[in-house]
């Protein structure tokens, strides 16, 4: 599998660029996957609901299987949260992985950074950053970096770009 990860600042657009993207990359055919990095506590599981009540009651897995998908829940119990290494080893096979976060692990990123966004983009500081998707795409190209400015508008040549690079894909990062 490929991994590709969505990078940037909170509010940059990374959410839309991500499904934009596995919308376009599986309208290729292409068997797409995801993992979501979230600095809060997540929960997809509702109270009032069975498989709720089976993690309260203490189950450190819970899977809810029903005929059009099923939803693996795992209770870390005080234990690490898991690498994205360890993440991406549970996954299907597959063509990509598109991964929106996980800043400091060292796959093939490209950064959404916006005009306005206030803080300072991330990739002159990190160099698994293989371009920028931004609504400054031409001023971006003149500023002489040796970095591909994308139209973060162009959801084509994103994904032209992200099928064009080169890395195993023997199912490690």
């Known amino acids: 599998m490929r991994v590709i990860g969505i990078v940037g600042w909170k509010n940059c657009g990374k959410t839309t660029l991500v499904g934009k993207l596995i919308s376009e990359l599986s309208r290729r055919g292409l068997t797409v996957s ?14 009032g609901t069975d498989s709720y009540h089976h993690r309260e009651a203490g189950a450190r897995e819970v899977i809810l299987a029903g005929g059009q998908r099923i939803a693996i829940m795992q209770e870390l119990r005080g234990a690490s949260e898991p690498t ?80 064009s690079q080169r890395q195993p894909s023997t199912g490690t990062v």
Do not use: M
């Open 34 to 47: 995801s993992i979501k990095h979230a600095h809060h506590k997540v929960d997809v599981d509702q109270p």
């Open 84 to 163: 994205l290494d360890e993440l991406l080893a549970r996954l299907s096979p597959c063509d990509w992985v598109v991964v929106e976060g996980f800043k400091s692990h060292p796959h093939p990123k490209i950064e959404v950074h916006r005009q306005t966004c206030p803080r300072a983009p991330l990739y002159p500081n990190d160099p698994t950053i293989i371009g920028v998707a931004t609504d400054y795409a031409a001023d971006f190209a003149a500023t002489g970096n040796d970095l591909p400015g994308l139209d973060l508008n162009d959801i084509h040549a994103i994904a032209d770009f992200i099928q």
